[in-house]
């Protein structure tokens, strides 16, 4: 058994909350490669064929293959109900310097 222990300062920064872009990031990896999500294989199988004729080379620069992903890429939630595009925007307002180091 792990156990884990977190101070006040930790247990500050925690949240229970769904971040849309990241969903959206790790479902893109299943479509890719369905054998990471065989749980969830028959949406794997329907996404793709509904997702087939889209262009998703934008998302896919935010989830590179067996990479590193950048913190600022995964903003975290600021509420429960967190909108896709208000993640995006977090991402987009990155500074350059920041995403480039």
């Known amino acids: 058994m792990i156990t884990l222990r977190f101070g006040p300062g930790a247990l500050a920064h925690v949240r229970f909350a769904i971040s849309p872009l990241t969903e959206a990031r790790r479902s893109l990896r299943v479509l ?6 065989a749980l969830h294989l ?7 064929r509904l997702t087939a004729g889209l262009d ?15 913190d600022f890429v995964s903003p975290p939630p600021t509420s429960p109900l967190d909108e ?4 995006l925007a ?12």
Do not use: H, K, M, N
């Open 84 to 87: 896709f595009e208000d993640q």
């Open 90 to 101: 977090v991402v987009a307002a990155t500074p350059p310097e920041q995403a480039l180091a």
């Open 32 to 37: 890719d490669d369905p054998a990471r999500g």
């Open 42 to 48: 028959r949406w794997a199988i329907e996404a793709r």
């Open 56 to 70: 998703l080379s934008l998302l896919r620069a935010l989830e590179p293959a067996d990479v590193y992903t950048p």
